[in-house]
């Protein structure tokens, strides 16, 4: 068997043919992946990781293996030397497997200079060495599976004739047919089964860098069965019928064994941040799917930019594990424009439905051209549909930025999407009414937002002074309360029937403002207006639970502009100055509240201390460092705007504005005398949770002409801010029981090539993975034939 190996070795390099092969191969690489431009060229899809090589290298092997093998048996008919090699003292199987590994081996010393590849995008990788090695590591282990089952297919197609050609257009027939005739098939007769019976859906799954047994066992049947068969039909002669019977029940046992392991597989991501591994979160939304989930995605079309491209790919991978999980997961992509007739009704009835599109620029041959699209999906089940944003946006970030957060929230978008529609609306929240607290029309963005996901009524707590006992029983019915911006000063008895709420497991959101100013306060002839300390009777409250919210202002040279209108008479227009009282609340932590969130626009906030007790405290929102707090009573005017800020006497350093308390908590009223008695009086909660945001504005939307309009937009400057993401990650965390806000937490990185050093350094690269590879064919190809000779001459 070995000295079979060794001269299918031997005979393929003293052949200027193998060398021809082989070089064939790495040219056509190196020119579809560094040179030719398309979806393959590494240096024009922007991304470090070599996919286009593993997506491109199985149409080329179809071609190069069947070119390896076509002579292993037919050669040897042709020469008259197959019968005097089936009397020698060995199996038959091991005489194909001698040609098969053999064969094989030849192949992956063609793949060997492919390892330059990986070289070359660790060298171009920002930073430097960004490739994820498990991902790749992943995806080779699938290219040789592939590889050893086409290699299979062309040993045994080299038993049919004795014609080298007739067996290398049927080893590529048989290949391609394998690898994506099925799925021609499976999308013609709309079958799953079908399409698991073909090659490309399994090399894909490994390709990603996931080795599932699923894979292996399939690749492993292939190529046992095609070694199995050429076994059997390496004679000339006729099968006989115990042959053919044979052969059927390895067929049918291999088939069988592949179905059995579909319920029992084992799955290994090997990507470094686990990427296509689903939390249990969306698992456990999964296993409540009886019945089609219908998912159109919209994100399809020509002329993407690189960044769309991979956050199309990665959408589709991502639907892909939700389908393997749940074959009720049904996705199609499709482009809305793409009927040009009709181009504009149909942009117009998407956005009609808050699909709003997003135009992007495409640079191609140093120029510009603007393309629209809707990153944008529905899901559809038994009646229900929902919309599910597939960008994830942050002020300043640039098209890199915006792909990496958005394929970072693909997770959560979907399980989100797919909890609305599956899981009926069962917890409760209370808004707080009877201290002043926002109108309606201020919260009714947030309120609305709400509603997709919870059942929502006002309550006030009016009715405390006469039935304590009632209003707190009718509380307790609810499973979070929200206090947005109170102004009126809260009572001994509210306080006792919230901190009792609180104790028998109530969630709580609280916006606070400990400073009385509005910014509508400062539009008068002085432009001025004064900020005071505003006293809800709360400080002891929030101290016994772990915080208290300072009387002070909070300015930081990091914040949102004012608009004003600057001029005299016709002669004015509007200007975005900086405003110091509007501060951008941030947080590095990756928090499922705050992780991977826009900038919070905050409005005269004012800040936070924690104090030690046992309660867990996570600060969720802080201001940047160049910060300084102003005591009250303090004027404020609308001239800073025209002051130089000096950096210097922000020196506060971060401020905390926001913060979730978690534990058992103390009653506020422990200890101390109560205003009136209630029945099962606790001293200590239960578990729950809490937050303090230190201003009310935060949930504040604009109204115009009576309207609400979307929280967190400004319609002066354009930008959206995260304000009411980040409330209702508040409310999800505090109400999550299946755990789905912690999908936020999950680290998805996508790694960038360095496009300024591909640019200086182009030539050098192609170069490198072109020549390169060939040179040392040629070194090999002349060391080879040197030694052989000198081994064998006289």
Not at 288 to 298: A, L, M, R, W
Not at 414 to 443: H, W
Request: charged share 20%; hydrophobic share 45%.
């Amino acid at each position: 068997m070995l000295a079979i190996l060794k001269k299918e070795i031997n005979a393929f390099f003293a052949s200027p043919i193998g060398y021809l092969v082989i070089g064939i191969f790495l040219l056509l690489n190196g020119l579809f992946l560094w040179v030719f431009k398309g979806d393959f060229n590494i240096l024009n899809y922007g991304f470090a990781d070599l996919s286009p090589f593993f997506l491109l290298a199985p149409w080329i092997l179809i071609f190069l293996i069947p070119a390896v093998t076509m002579r292993s048996f037919s050669d040897e008919k042709k020469q008259g030397t197959l019968e005097l090699l089936l009397t020698k003292p060995i199996s038959h199987t091991r005489i194909v497997l001698g040609k098969y590994f053999g064969a094989l081996i030849l192949i992956l010393i063609a793949l060997t200079p492919t390892i330059l590849y990986i070289y070359t995008v660790i060298q171009l990788g920002n930073p430097q060495g960004n490739l994820d090695v498990g991902s790749t590591l992943g995806s080779y282990f699938g290219l040789f599976f592939l590889v050893a089952s086409y290699t299979a297919i062309g040993i045994f197609t080299s038993t049919f004739t004795d014609n080298q050609i007739v067996a290398f257009i049927s080893s590529v027939f048989i290949c391609f047919l394998f690898y994506i005739g099925f799925e021609g098939i499976a999308d013609f007769a709309s079958s799953n089964f079908i399409d698991q019976l073909g090659m490309s859906l399994h090399y894909k799954s490994m390709s990603r860098g996931i080795l599932d047994t699923r894979d292996i066992l399939y690749f492993l049947s292939v190529t046992a069965f095609f070694i199995f068969i050429t076994v059997k039909g390496i004679k000339n002669e006729k099968l006989q019928k115990k042959s053919w019977m044979q052969i059927v029940g390895v067929f049918a046992t291999l088939f069988i064994l592949n179905i059995a392991v579909n319920g029992i597989h084992k799955r290994f991501d090997l990507t470094e941040d686990s990427r296509y591994t689903l939390s249990p979160a969306s698992l456990d939304i999964l296993k409540d799917v009886e019945s089609p989930i219908i998912i159109d995605v919209f994100l399809d079309g020509e002329n993407f930019p690189s960044e769309f491209r991979r956050l199309q790919t990665e959408t589709k991978q991502l639907l892909e594990e939700f389908a393997s999980e749940n074959p009720n997961i049904i996705f199609n992509f499709f482009n809305p424009l793409e009927d040009d007739a009709n181009r504009d009704i149909i942009i117009e009835q998407l956005t009609q439905r808050g699909l709003t599109p997003m135009q992007m620029s495409i640079q191609e041959n140093g120029s510009s051209t603007q393309a629209i699209i809707f990153p944008w999906a529905l899901a559809s089940y038994n009646n229900q549909t929902v919309t599910i944003p597939l960008i994830k946006n942050k002020i300043g970030s640039n098209q890199q930025e915006l792909v990496s957060n958005s394929v970072q929230h693909l997770e959560y978008a979907f399980a989100d999407g797919f909890s609305k529609l599956t899981k009926p609306k069962r917890r409760k929240i209370a808004i707080l009414k009877g201290n002043q607290q926002l109108e309606d029309k201020y919260i009714a963005d947030f309120v609305k937002k709400l509603g997709e996901y919870y059942l929502i009524a006002p309550f006030t707590l009016d009715s405390v002074a006469k039935q304590p006992q009632k209003t707190l029983e009718e509380l307790n019915n609810f499973d979070l309360i929200i206090s947005a911006k109170p102004t009126e000063a809260f009572t001994e008895s509210e306080k006792l029937v919230l901190d009792q709420y609180t104790m028998n497991g109530g969630k709580s959101l609280w916006l606070i403002d400990a400073v009385a100013i509005e910014k509508d306060s400062l539009f008068n002839a002085l432009g001025t207006s004064y900020a005071v300390h505003r006293d809800l009777n709360l400080t002891d409250f929030f101290f016994k639970y772990g915080a208290r919210i300072n009387p002070v202002l909070v300015a930081s040279i990091y914040s949102a502009p004012i608009t004003l209108a600057m001029g005299e008479g016709s002669q004015s227009q509007f200007q975005n100055l900086r405003w110091p009282y509007s501060p951008f609340g941030s947080s590095n932590s990756n928090h499922p509240i705050v992780n991977n969130l826009d900038l919070i626009k905050f409005d005269f906030a004012n800040q936070i201390d924690t104090l030690k007790n046992n309660i867990k405290k996570t600060i969720l929102l802080e201001t940047a460092p160049l910060t300084r707090l102003e005591s009250t009573p303090q004027k404020i005017s609308l001239e800073v705007v025209t002051q130089e800020q000096k950096p210097i006497e922000f020196n506060s350093g971060k401020e905390t504005l926001a913060v979730l308390l978690e534990g058992e908590f103390t009653s506020v009223y422990s200890n101390r005398m109560k205003p009136f008695k209630l029945a099962n009086n606790r001293n200590n909660s239960k578990a729950t949770k809490m937050v303090i945001i230190a201003d009310g504005d935060v949930i504040e939307n604009d109204v115009i002409k009576n309207v609400p309009q979307e929280l967190g937009f400004d319609r002066w400057t354009g930008k959206n801010y995260g304000n009411k993401e980040f409330l209702l990650n508040i409310v999800n965390y505090l109400l999550d029981d299946n755990g789905l806000i912690n999908i936020r937490s999950k680290e998805i990185a996508v790694a960038f090539l360095n496009q300024q050093k591909i640019a200086a350094e182009k030539t050098k690269w192609q170069l490198i993975n072109i020549a390169l590879p060939l040179v040392l064919l040629a070194i090999f190809g002349f060391s080879f034939n040197y030694f052989r000779k000198k081994k064998y001459s006289i």
